[in-house]
């Protein structure tokens, strides 16, 4: 529901900012910002669960996330050469995001199982298109036409939450498959 708000925003030209203070005009669909900012935490969240991670580990994921999407956000309303230390800032809360994932791929209580596995390597292949893009798109070089980058960002984001959600759905077992059942019956509220 953020992410289809965050689109409709955009579309409606209500996310977006024309900046034409840098070498070529550039789009900021700042939307989109406040869309990650809000979805990638809740990803996060949902892997560091599923492999029963603690609180710590929970908290310094979605720190590097938020990092990384602000760090995104303030050099896409920056000029260059500015904007790219922001985006190489960026890129190491990404690359500390990574290694915490893959990390947790090999937790030794074997928690998650093929579920955290897929999940995370989608969330990670998924993830990697977001800089990439950025670079080469209007926040970055400009070397990728607006429509392109508009189209490649939509698909990712559609992959990287709807996949993630189908495959979670799709993939996770019923929780206490081999707990007893609950007593449902009238008796107990008597």
């Known amino acids: 529901a953020v992410a289809a708000c965050a689109y409709y925003a955009m579309w409606a030209g209500l996310g977006v900012e024309f900046k034409t203070t840098d070498s070529t005009p550039r789009v900021i669909f700042w ?3 406040v869309d990650w900012a809000i979805t990638t935490p809740l990803i996060l969240v949902d892997l560091a669960l599923l492999s029963r991670t603690d609180t710590p580990t929970i908290l310094t994921l979605v720190g590097c996330d938020l990092l990384m999407v602000i760090t995104g956000l303030i ?8 904007k790219y230390c922001w985006w190489v800032a960026g890129l190491a809360f990404f690359i500390i995001v990574v ?28 993830w990697i298109v977001y800089p990439v893009v950025w670079i ?4 970055g070089t400009g070397a990728l036409g607006l429509s392109q980058e508009v189209g490649i ?14 495959y979670l759905l799709a993939n996770l077992e019923a929780p206490g ?4 059942p609950l007593n449902t019956s009238s008796q107990q509220y008597v």
């Open 153 to 166: 960002i939509t698909l990712t984001d559609l992959v990287s939450k709807l996949g993630f959600g189908f």
């Open 177 to 180: 498959v081999d707990e007893e």
């Open 75 to 82: 050099g896409a309303l920056t000029v260059a050469p500015y």
């Open 31 to 33: 939307a989109r910002y």
């Open 99 to 126: 290694t915490t994932l893959i990390g947790r791929l090999n937790n030794a209580e074997g928690y998650g199982g093929e579920a955290l596995k897929g999940l995370s390597w989608l969330t990670i292949i998924s």
């Open 136 to 139: 080469v798109g209007s926040e």
